[in-house]
């Protein structure tokens, strides 16, 4: 298992975590995973930790995301958009197939979005998600973001 820890991430050393089974460490490593996939840009990275079927509920969108190539433009997109995205995760909990965590997310806005005008400006916001994990891959994935404060530093309002 590779070591979880990346510098902007911020998560704890999963030997940290005392009690975790062997799966929800696994869990917490495709989580991580994810993350990094957002971070470094790489969309394949999103795609491979996602089952086939899966689904993404982000608060901000009018509509779930389902599905590889739905995902894989809903990541176009957003990547389009935002750029230097950071995740920092304060806190994490793992039960069994559910992860949670939330932290600070941020970034850069790049590109106009939701009949928002690009405005070059950096914003670091709340976020939590909720992510649901069957047969190794993610199935379910709620993300709630602060959109308000996200639009208000962008100079969307």
Do not use: C
Not at 6 to 29: C, F, I, K, Y
Not at 129 to 147: A, H, P, R, S
Request: proline share 4%.
């Amino acid at each position: 298992m590779t070591n979880i820890q990346a510098e902007n991430l911020l998560l704890p050393n999963l030997n940290s975590l005392g009690d975790l089974t062997d799966l929800e460490r696994e869990n917490v490593q495709l989580v991580t995973e994810f993350l990094q996939g957002w971070i470094s840009q790489d969309i394949e990275k999103i795609i491979s930790v996602m089952a086939p079927d899966g689904v993404i509920n982000d608060l901000v969108f009018p509509e779930p995301v389902k599905g590889h190539e739905g995902i894989r433009n809903f990541a176009q997109d957003l990547l389009s958009v935002v750029s230097d995205i950071n995740y920092r995760v304060e806190d994490l909990l793992v039960r069994g197939d559910r992860v949670a965590y939330h932290g600070i997310f941020s970034g850069t806005f790049i590109g106009d979005f939701m009949g928002m005008p690009t405005t070059g400006k950096s914003f670091s916001v709340p976020y939590s998600e909720f992510v649901t994990i069957k047969n190794g891959k993610i199935v379910y994935l709620w993300d709630q973001t602060d959109g308000l404060q996200l639009v208000q530093q962008v100079g969307g309002m």
